[in-house]
């Protein structure tokens, strides 16, 4: 399989070559290191309701729930200790994703995701075999390690390998991955719930060696991308014909002479963290931090915790209720992933970016002015307003998943230059552990405390998130990813930081 085109950048020079089944097969590997992600997001919640599972680990979790008939709608499950279980393997990833950068550098981004595979692979196996709450959070501690090394690598492996002109619908294939990795886990919690002897929470945790797998195993067998083999080495003939083979053309001269430039940029910098709080990397490092904490206070969480509940409103049983919340919001966030993977490379990413701002923000301002006015803290829905809201979540989650689901890992992933890009991912990574680990410590509490306005408070939060993607974020379409540098000395505020600056100029800069 082989489509012809020449890959350009709006205004760039051409770069030529095909779309081929080995870049195809080679991207679609590594992005199932988004199946370990999302599996896990996808099994936590699941698991964390059952039970049995909280009858052994968290009693007093479950004493609570079993005891207290009183207790408010929005304070059940405020359990330090099991918001520690959950915020583990954020600081787990958060640690690790700083580390992987070394591994990514140095050894390349196959072996990051080597790295990643193989410790998800062993926490999972540590979970499933938990028998006391130490065993537990040290496996959710390697699955950190896993996600934290698989969050570095992977986008960064996808940006490289797909054709400029395509490369916001191959790195999209991550978060696509992701999301029916979250729908596979719901739907297995589904089954495993109903297992009598209260073992079923050991099989979902389990499972997640299956993705895991799949990832180790094709990692060993993933070409390196010619970024990084120029890297890493002054092999340029290997780079070269991998750049062929990846293209599907032997007249790779352009992109070639592009990466060289890159390379003699990056083989310069030998301390790239302290690099890239330099001015000139001043639009790369912001995108890096606040991308991350934007995708984080989008408000997603809260609208993952109500689901269930208000299937249960209707009238549905507890695991029906479990089932349908996974097949609706699971079934149309994947569906708008690929309705985003389709668009991203036409539209661009700030027409996602803004649709998708102005479609969460609508939905989550009419859920809190009904769920301020129905519900109490013991009281419910009517069927009515179940409905009204379940329809608004499905709105919420189709604007998510075709703007922040998948642009927030696509944007930082193609904006760093060589000599800085392994440190920047990692930072971004870091930061988006960090502050889903503080959003998992508060959000339970805040929950509490907020109830209702909580969807008016990361409402307030979308409205910062668009409004700065609309003046501040460049359109990246089309851009070779070894020119991006470009887009900031054109952009009308960034250009007063960054100004002009040549290559020869960035090379004396760099020493």
């Known amino acids: 399989m082989a489509v012809g085109l020449a890959i350009s950048s ?64 929005y304070c059940k499950f405020d359990s330090q200790l099991l918001t520690s279980f959950t915020s583990s393997l954020y600081i787990a990833g958060l640690i690790a994703s700083l580390f992987a950068s070394t591994v990514t550098k140095a050894f390349g981004r ?98 997640a060696a299956a993705p895991a797998l799949i990832l180790t195993l094709g990692a060993l067998f993933l070409p390196e991308t010619p970024n990084s083999i120029i890297q890493r080495s002054n092999d340029l003939q ?23 430039k890159a390379s003699s940029i990056a083989k310069t910098v030998n301390h790239p963290f302290k690099k890239i709080i330099q001015r000139k990397y001043r639009p790369q490092l912001v995108m890096a931090i606040l991308i991350p904490f934007f995708l984080q206070v989008t408000g997603i969480n809260v609208i993952g915790f109500y689901a269930p509940v208000l299937f249960r409103t209707i009238k549905l049983s507890e695991s029906t209720s479990l089932l349908m919340s996974a097949v609706v919001t699971g079934g149309i966030g994947t569906l708008s992933t690929i309705i985003s993977m389709i668009l991203v490379d036409k539209l661009g990413r700030k027409v996602l970016f803004l649709v998708g701002g102005i479609q969460m923000l609508a939905a989550q301002v009419m ?94 939060w979308v409205v910062v998130m668009t409004t700065f993607v609309h003046f501040f974020l ?6 070779p990813i070894e020119q991006m540098d470009k887009v900031w000395g054109e952009h009308w505020f960034w250009k007063k930081i960054v100004g002009e600056i040549s290559e020869e100029s960035k090379i004396q800069e760099a020493i």
């Open 10 to 73: 709006e205004g760039g020079q051409d770069y030529n070559g095909k779309i081929t089944s080995f870049v195809v097969l080679s991207c679609i590997v590594a992005a199932t290191g988004g199946l370990i992600f999302g599996y896990d997001l996808g099994i936590s919640g699941g698991v964390t309701s059952m039970e049995p599972f909280l009858e052994k680990f968290f009693p007093k979790v479950y004493r609570k729930m079993k005891e207290d008939t009183h207790i408010s709608n």
């Open 110 to 207: 196959r072996a990051s995701i080597l790295v990643g595979g193989t410790a998800f692979l062993a926490g999972s196996a540590l979970g499933g075999a938990a028998l006391n709450i130490y065993m537990l959070i040290f496996g959710r501690v390697l699955l950190g390690v896993g996600i934290g090394f698989a969050n570095q690598s992977v986008p960064l492996y996808l940006s490289e390998m797909a054709p400029p002109r395509h490369r916001g619908a191959f790195n999209i294939g991550y978060e696509l991955c992701t999301a029916i990795g979250i729908l596979a886990a719901s739907l297995i919690n589904y089954g495993t719930q109903k297992i009598k002897g209260g073992w079923g929470w050991r099989i979902s945790l389990a499972m």
């Open 238 to 260: 290997r780079a070269k014909q991998m750049l062929q083979r990846i293209r599907g053309t032997d007249d790779v001269e352009a992109e070639f002479d592009d990466l060289i």
């Open 474 to 479: 460049p359109e990246t379409k089309n851009v």
């Open 367 to 460: 859920i809190g002015s009904i769920m301020e006015n129905q519900l109490g803290d013991q009281g419910g829905f009517s069927k009515g307003n179940a409905y009204l809201i379940l329809v608004l979540i499905c709105v919420y989650v189709a604007g998510f998943a075709v703007s922040w689901g998948p642009l927030g890992f696509l944007v930082p992933s193609e904006i760093f230059p060589l000599e800085i890009r392994s440190a920047g991912q990692s930072i971004n990574v870091a930061v988006g552990f960090l502050f889903t680990f503080l959003i998992a410590q508060t959000f339970l509490a805040m929950l509490c405390h907020f109830k209702s306005g909580i969807f008016f408070f990361f409402g307030g």
